[in-house]
């Protein structure tokens, strides 16, 4: 029997497809049908639906909330949306839950779906990686509940700007200067809107949401879509750069010098804040710096290491009570009242607070003078080598036995052995067919030499792959 969609869309954490092959609005209405059966079974009967920015998003939302409402489910349309926006939506709307039309960062031919639940403690979670099989097994099972939902639409980007600067707050008189690159990507507008709001002079780039995203693709873990942003940082004298992603829910920084401030750099700045406020655990992924661990230790914290992505990260935090959560990738959470998630333009507004607090007579700290303690070790950029799903796990497990007993070995996500000066990771992408890598120490021969040791094993592995797979 043909499928009705595609299974291999539906991920780890959301549904990711490419518009018109594997997401069509026929698939869209599906998976629609799906979510709705779904969530009724959980008791659901209300949910807000978004969408962001990509030319295909405005029909793939129509015919989602077609599906939803067939099976009963009364829905909210909350419109063009980041995705933290509609996690703010259900709980501030008191909803059952929410989805959005979104594939983050992805180039424009893609499109998917992210989902989330309403939480009576946190507000909301994200589905789990059996919540989303779940789902793919109904939608192609076709055995969807019957109904008719009721369609209303609403506006929550004034309560979100309103309730997110409530929670920060700089000293009176603080006037910073920011540029944000929104990538034209959804997330733009709100956050040039946050920043204003608690006291920034903002300075804008690609704000204006644009689907085929005519200037640079918005992903801010990439070094070549942040030179403009680092440019504008240097000719306005700006004391912060940040860069959204696609859908907002990560965060770029450069510094005052237009540098380039990684995730791993800094969380050491909103650990210092927040630990601070309230001794406890910070969360953070297994591809973070070594120089985190320890500067959370010197706060006070408690340092967590845990599994890459931002499922695993929320589960890990809500499980530690932690002060603070974040990934290499940029996904960052500090866990105030309404914003159990991730979101990368109320991250930047907290990192410009917290330079400002750290700071001394009203004057902000610079991210510079804040970092200059823990020094940034030579490390080599995150590379993802194809490994067909088959085997990348058996790859992984390889390389545990050429290293176990030699050297200390984390496990809790792929490989990180260390060195004592150094250390390497070999793990299985949550998303595709591939490894991926990152290698530190303390001088950049080292790193190299860390990285040649640990790719020898991976080759060793893949020379005994059948030759069409490797």
Known sequence: MAMAVNPAIFRAYDIR????????????????????????????????????????????????????????????????????????????????????????????????????????????????????????????????????????????????????????????????????????????????????????????LYIEPDGTFPNHHPDPLKPENLQDLMRLVREHGADMGIGLDGDG??????????????????????????????PGPVVFDVKCSSVLPDAIREFGGVPVMWKTGYLNLSNKMRETSAVLGGELSGHTIAPFPGHYYDDGAFAGALLLSALYHLGEGGKPLSLNAALAPYPELPSLDEGRIHVPDAYKFKLVDYVRERFAGRYPIIDIDGIRVDFGDGWGLVRASNTEPAITTRFEAHTAPRAQAIRAMMLEAVEEFRQHMPADEA
């Open 249 to 278: 829910d990560r965060l770029g920084v450069v510094a005052d010098d237009g540098k380039i401030i990684w995730a791993d750099r800094y969380l050491i700045v909103l650990a210092r804040y927040l630990l601070g406020q309230r």
């Open 17 to 204: 497809g490419l518009v018109d092959i594997d997401l069509t609005d026929t698939a869209l209405r599906t998976i629609g049908q799906a979510a709705g059966t779904l969530f009724r079974e959980w008791g659901a009967h209300t949910l807000a639906v978004g969408r962001d920015a990509r030319l295909s998003s405005p029909r793939f939302q129509a015919a989602l909330i077609d599906g939803l409402r067939s099976t009963g489910i009364n829905v909210v349309d909350i419109g063009e949306v980041p995705t933290p926006v509609m996690y703010f939506a259900v709980e501030y709307l008191h909803v059952d839950g929410g989805i959005v039309i979104s594939a983050s960062h992805n180039p424009p031919q893609y499109n998917g779906v992210k989902l989330r639940r309403s939480n009576a403690v946190y507000g909301s979670e994200p589905l789990t990686s059996d919540d989303i099989q779940a789902l793919e097994r109904i939608a192609n099972g076709g055995q969807f509940l019957q109904g008719t939902g009721t369609l209303t639409s609403t506006s929550v980007n004034d309560a979100y700007i309103q309730e997110s600067a409530r929670l920060l707050s700089l000293p009176s008189g603080a006037r910073p200067r920011v540029v944000i690159d929104g990538g034209n990507g959804v997330a733009g507008p709100l956050g040039v809107r946050l920043l204003e709001a608690i006291g920034a002079e903002v300075i804008p």
